[in-house]
């Protein structure tokens, strides 16, 4: 059973800072790992998607590295600003497309 | 380009009573998915349809929950009785074809008192 962690649980980082969001998983025969913002009482924005032959994937500020082999991935957020506050989660897929999902960083970024 | 649509956003209903929500994916996406997520975790896959036919309803506690996809668009997901524990935020979820992008809806958030 593919089991899903992501750590910190809370970061609390000052404006300008960057910083890096863990994920791992138990199961490294994934499809694909894809990176989601939630913000509070929304639903779930979708960030990045790596494929499982990729090793990483860029959008903006934000650069998602993938090790499948170490069943690890990385989001890493540059210049980070107050409205990046938000959960961000990652989610993993294996073959039948099922989406299993950690728990969540919840960031906060402080002026 | 439009986005996955999910009506409503809230409702309280007491237990055993029944609830229906509804979804409007993403034009042309043939995957559909419908997530449970309680407060503070992340969300869980209750059923995946490809077009009009249920490929993973393993989570789905069929004794209460059902769900259908009908013509291959819209889906509805229906609680009947509810249950205190059922109280969580719903959310529907579209994808162009398996294994690509999920796009999510705002979801419908439940409380069941």
């Known amino acids: 059973k593919q089991e899903v962690t992501q750590i910190p649980a809370a970061l609390s980082v000052p404006e300008g800072e960057n910083l890096v969001l863990n994920c791992s998983f138990t199961?490294?025969?994934?499809?694909?790992l894809q990176w989601f913002r939630q913000d509070p009482g929304k639903g779930l924005t979708s960030l990045l998607l790596i494929q499982s032959s990729q090793r990483e994937q860029t959008s903006g500020r934000l650069n998602a590295s993938l090790d499948k082999s170490s069943g690890r991935s990385t989001l890493y957020i540059a210049a980070s600003q107050p409205g990046d506050s938000a959960t961000y989660l990652c989610?993993?897929?294996?073959?039948?497309?099922?989406?299993?999902f950690g728990e969540g960083t919840q960031l906060t970024v402080n002026p | 380009e439009a986005g996955v649509a999910q009506s409503p956003r809230y409702k309280i209903i007491e237990k055993r009573q029944s609830v229906a929500f509804w979804c409007n994916p993403i034009s042309g996406h043939a995957t559909l998915y419908w997530y449970q997520q309680i407060l503070g975790q992340g969300p869980k896959l209750l059923i995946q349809?490809?077009?009009?036919?249920?490929?993973?309803d393993s989570q789905l506690p069929k004794d209460r929950f059902s769900a259908e996809r009908l013509k291959g668009v819209d889906s509805t997901l229906k609680i009947q009785p509810a249950k205190l524990e059922d109280s969580a935020v719903y959310l529907c979820?579209?994808?162009?074809?398996?294994?690509?992008?999920?796009?999510f809806g705002q979801g419908t958030r439940l409380t069941v008192v």
């Open positions: 989610a993993v897929s294996l073959s039948g497309s099922r989406l299993t």
């Open positions: 199961d490294s025969a994934i499809y694909n």
């Open positions: 349809f490809q077009n009009n036919g249920v490929v993973d």
């Open positions: 979820a579209s994808s162009l074809r398996r294994n690509t992008e999920a796009f």
